[in-house]
């Protein structure tokens, strides 16, 4: 599986009911699995993002409809990163001749 970080920030109507945003983390976790990506954390966090979440995903099409599908809530907007674990990075630094 491939693993994905994405940067959330509270839209309007996110921050307005900022007292949900663990209930939503919740039903975010359910709705990953159900397209077969799976939560492996959530960080609330302060500075420009409210909340970094790491995932892991079987493919970016997948991940994007995920991320489409929260977005499309109102409530976050993402910003989504292909990250690359140590053993990966290794294999794509032994293609560069």
């Given at each position: ?10 839209t ?53 409809a995920?991320?489409a ?29």
């Amino acid at each position: 599986m491939a693993m994905y970080v994405s940067l959330i920030q509270f839209t309007d109507q996110g921050i307005r009911n900022v007292k949900d945003t663990v209930k939503r983390g919740d039903a975010a976790i359910g709705e990953a699995e159900k397209m077969g990506i799976k939560i492996i954390e959530e960080f609330w966090a302060m500075g420009a993002y409210d909340v970094v979440v790491l995932f892991d995903a079987p493919d970016d099409e997948t991940m994007t409809a995920f991320s489409a599908k929260i977005g499309s809530l109102g409530n976050v907007r993402t910003q989504t990163m292909r990250v690359f674990r140590r053993d990966e990075m290794e294999g794509i630094l032994a293609k560069i001749k």
